[in-house]
Nanobody
Framework: DVQLQASGGGAVQTGGSLRLSCVASGLSFDDYAVGWFRQAPGKEREGVSCISRSVDGLTYVANSVKGRFTISRDDAQNTVYLQMHRLKPEDTAVYYC???????????????????WGNGTQVTVSS
């Protein structure tokens, strides 16, 4: 079974940093794209960032976090990271990681749904 485990969330003040981790198991990690999504209370889910399989070297970052969030992967550790800097209160949400084979599903400039989903990790940014 494919399993994705997200961790690294927490509570920080405006301007702080966090690094989220998504550890995958039950799949050939090298062949999978991994994305990060977030959902705040009362809001729609938003695709934040995605990284394709390493051989393609493609990344997607939503405009709302561009220049502040960076996605990376370590295939030896079956892990994808989301480094978040200069956090704002509007970044407060539950963050989820997801995966599918090969490429990030970008549709009309936005990250679309993916096949496998992990648990969420809460990020809270106070002003």
């Amino acid at each position: 079974d494919v399993q994705l485990q997200a961790s690294g969330g927490g509570a920080v003040q405006t301007g702080g940093s966090l690094r989220l981790s998504c550890v995958a198991s039950g799949l050939s990690f090298d062949d999978y794209a991994v994305g990060w999504f977030r959902q705040a209370p009362g809001k729609e889910r938003e695709g934040v960032s995605c990284i394709s399989r390493s051989v393609d070297g493609l990344t997607y970052v939503a405009n709302s976090v561009k220049g502040r969030f960076t996605i990376s992967r370590d295939d030896a550790q079956n892990t994808v990271y989301l480094q978040m800097h200069r956090l704002k209160p509007e970044d407060t949400a539950v963050y989820y990681c997801a995966a599918q084979t090969f490429f990030c599903p970008i549709v009309r400039g936005s990250l679309n749904d993916m096949d496998y989903w992990g648990n969420g990790t809460q990020v809270t940014v106070s002003s």
